[in-house]
């Protein structure tokens, strides 16, 4: 507390220059992603695969994958631009205290005075924020899907199921965030400097409550699980569950398929009762034995403790983060440099603080991605003593061809933004020395691409 007590201190002066500072951090993240993004994108004109892949993959089918990862590197720098442009625009045009004066304005007109104070306010700025943000986001969100992913052929939504998927996300946030966000102003009010442990805890409960409603009330809100049905499949997961004595609850299939041709599977569930849920799309393009090496991969992750290791870190990273943010909440100068002269709402102060925070946040998803790369590979080593080597392996290739994933990448692009290894690395780990992966040939030919040789 004394250390906390002391930068406060430190920070709280009339005359720092706070949105200077954070003008510059902003400005500073945005050029070191385009910088790594552009080192990148001259990887993605490269005509030649890597050495491990060039037996595996066709020409034909490298040439998609580059094409479309040019693409998307094409449409980030478009929308990277368009959000720096927002974020200085929202700064410099005093958006956050019109805001917040605007919430108030509306809340004196509208609501009788039983509904009036800081969270009332907080929740009327917080939704209408949000709600200005995702109409901004909406060309972006419009030509990923409808644009770059349609001419790749991975689009599988209908206008009305994209409109409906936002409108719900609205709703869902109204519904869960009124309380949440509630609770948490209560007990910053009430807690004085010691606020961040209650915070903690508070955020703890928060995040087991999501899990246990996720399965019940959020996904069915956007997709359908059925069953798996009996037969080769679901007998070799249960056996592997079996065999791992992993909990598990319930063996789903997704229909993913309605928005996009991409393939997946995971779990999630208290450490109790597990839930295994598996893209129809993987089902549909591979062969059981397959999709159980990809099941074998992931119940590795729980087997390993990857799960509860990256839970505890996850639980120290928010505990940082709610102590550093009590050195923030009542820094005058803070606020008075973005506009709040007369009061500090402690909704602006996080919002402000998330500013400050990310050069360090930069640092922490650089730590993370090389943590997780790590712990990619033991799930794989994990597969490969469970004898599912070769199967993890053409696994691994065809869904690199179904999802014409990025087949190579930058040693610093990859380290700052990929939390998995790229697919030579997986290969050359699993002793991958190459042979007939069933069905491979065929998905060089079926590829979804409606434009293969032609660039955005």
């Known amino acids: 507390m004394y250390i906390l007590e002391k930068l406060a201190a430190i920070l709280d002066r009339p005359l720092f220059p706070w949105k200077t500072v954070l003008v510059g951090f902003s400005l500073g993240q945005y050029i070191l992603e385009g910088i790594l993004s552009f080192r ?7 005509t030649k695969p890597p050495k491990v892949l060039e037996n595996e993959v066709s020409q034909k089918v490298y040439d998609q994958s580059q094409a479309y990862g040019r693409a998307k590197a094409k449409f980030g720098f478009v929308a990277g631009l368009y959000g720096q442009i927002q ?3 929202f700064i410099y045009g005093d958006v956050l205290p019109k805001l917040w004066g605007v ?9 009788p005075s039983g509904f009036q104070g800081e969270i009332t306010q907080t929740l009327v700025f917080v939704f209408s924020f949000n709600i200005i943000s995702t109409i901004l986001s909406i060309p972006v969100s419009y030509y ?9 052929g991975f689009n599988k939504q209908t206008f009305n199921l994209w409109v409906s998927d936002m409108l719900k996300g609205q709703m869902l946030g109204i519904v869960l965030g009124t309380p949440i966000i509630s609770a948490v102003l209560k007990i910053v009010q009430k807690s004085g400097n010691s606020f961040f442990y209650y915070l903690w805890l508070f955020g703890i409960f928060v995040q087991v409550f999501a899990i246990t409603i996720y399965p019940i009330v959020i996904l ?3 997709n359908k699980l059925s069953p798996l049905e009996p037969g080769p499949l679901k007998t070799g997961v249960e056996s592997l569950a079996k065999k791992l004595e992993f909990p598990l609850q319930e063996l789903h299939v997704i229909d993913g398929s309605k928005r996009s041709a991409h393939s997946n599977a995971y779990f999630y569930g208290l450490p ?3 839930h295994i849920v598996i893209y129809d799309t993987l089902i549909e393009k591979s062969e059981p034995e397959e999709v159980v090496a990809v099941l074998s991969h992931e119940l590795g992750h729980w087997s390993l403790s990857h799960t509860t290791k990256l839970f505890a870190i996850a639980q120290s990273h928010m505990f940082y983060i709610f102590a550093l943010f009590s050195v923030f909440v009542n820094n005058k100068s803070l606020y008075a440099s973005f506009g709040f002269h007369n009061e500090m709402p402690i909704m602006i102060g996080f919002l402000l603080f998330s500013d400050a925070l990310a050069p360090m946040d930069a640092v922490v998803k650089l730590l993370m991605n090389i943590l997780s790369r790590k712990f990619e590979f033991e799930a794989d080593a994990f597969a490969v003593k469970l004898g599912y ?12 061809i179904q999802n014409l994933s990025t087949m190579d990448a930058d040693p610093m692009y990859a380290s700052y933004h990929y939390s998995h290894p790229i697919l030579s690395e997986r290969l050359k780990a699993l002793g991958w020395t190459g042979g007939n992966v069933t069905g491979l040939k065929e998905e060089d030919s079926e590829t979804p691409v409606k434009a293969a040789d032609r660039e955005l």
Do not use: C, H, I, M
């Not at 990148?40 to 490269?46: A, D, E, M, N």
């Not at 919430?103 to 609501?111: P, V």
């Open 144 to 152: 990923s899907t409808f644009v770059l992913e349609e001419k790749f």
């Open 272 to 274: 109790w009762k597990k």
């Open 389 to 400: 080597s070769k199967e993890l392996a053409q696994s691994l290739l065809k869904l690199q």
């Open 103 to 111: 919430s108030g304005l509306l809340l004196a007109r509208y609501f």
């Open 220 to 222: 069915p809100l956007f």
């Open 87 to 89: 974020n200085l625009a």
């Open 40 to 46: 990148q994108y001259k990887v993605l004109q490269r």
